[in-house]
């Protein structure tokens, strides 16, 4: 079955302790986003990559890391983990992106708390 | 900001009625793309339309788009109450609206 598998699903931590939320595609996309949804500021894109090795900012990276060594893996690294963290984290994928025609597939999510 | 904005914020309706939720952005697009979301849990692609078409059908989902007023508007006609969710325009470079929540009373 074609999908994004993230990993955890729920995660409390504690301020500063370093973790990773992992992100995996099955469907050889070259496009790998990740998002943070808060309510009443909707998705917005905390990094993305084009392809592997290629990683970029979107509109809210600081406090995040992201690294693409595979095609098929896009884990997002929080090194110092904030209470202004605390959120629900999607991670999507796209054949070449939306610019040519196709939309994302999203994972389920990641409901982190930081405590 | 490029996001699509989606209005309205919130849509009740009865069973069977249509509902009607439209988004607005602000640059120029090659495609628009909306998406549901259940409570908590991932969005799903619903349907694309590039910026040369002006409608489009899937099933009970019609959308329209008007590039010279930037806008789009998704119709869900004979709602059912699994269409209860929030649903999101998003623009080719991936930005997404805060998204209009709609329930469907049975």
């Known amino acids: 079955e074609a999908q994004v598998t993230q990993n955890p699903r729920y995660l409390i931590t504690v301020t500063g302790k370093k973790l990773t939320v992992t992100c995996s595609q099955n469907m050889n996309h070259e496009y790998m986003s990740w998002y943070r949804q808060d309510p009443g500021l909707g998705l917005r894109q905390i990094y993305y990559?084009?392809?592997?090795?290629?990683?970029d900012k979107g509109d809210v990276p600081e406090g995040y890391k992201v690294s693409r060594k595979e095609k098929r893996n896009f884990p997002l690294i929080l090194e110092s983990p904030s209470p202004n963290q605390t959120s629900l984290y999607f991670c999507?994928?796209?054949?070449?992106?939306?610019?040519?025609?196709?939309?994302?597939?999203f994972g389920s999510g990641t409901r982190l708390t930081v405590v | 900001s490029q996001q699509g904005e989606e209005d309205p914020q919130a849509l009740s309706i009865q069973e069977g009625e249509n509902a009607t939720m439209n988004c607005s952005y602000k640059t120029s697009i090659n495609n628009l793309q909306w998406y549901r979301q259940n409570s908590g849990r991932g969005l799903v692609h619903l349907i694309l339309i590039r910026s040369n078409e002006r409608e489009k059908h899937s099933g009970r989902l019609r959308v329209t788009l008007d590039t010279s007023k930037k806008s789009s508007s998704l119709l869900i006609t004979a709602s059912r109450a699994a269409d209860t969710a929030s649903y999101f325009c998003a623009t080719d470079q991936f930005y997404f609206g805060t998204g209009t929540s709609l329930t469907v009373i049975p």
């Open positions: 990559s084009m392809n592997v090795e290629v990683t």
């Open positions: 999507a994928s796209s054949y070449t992106g939306a610019r040519v025609g196709y939309g994302y597939t």
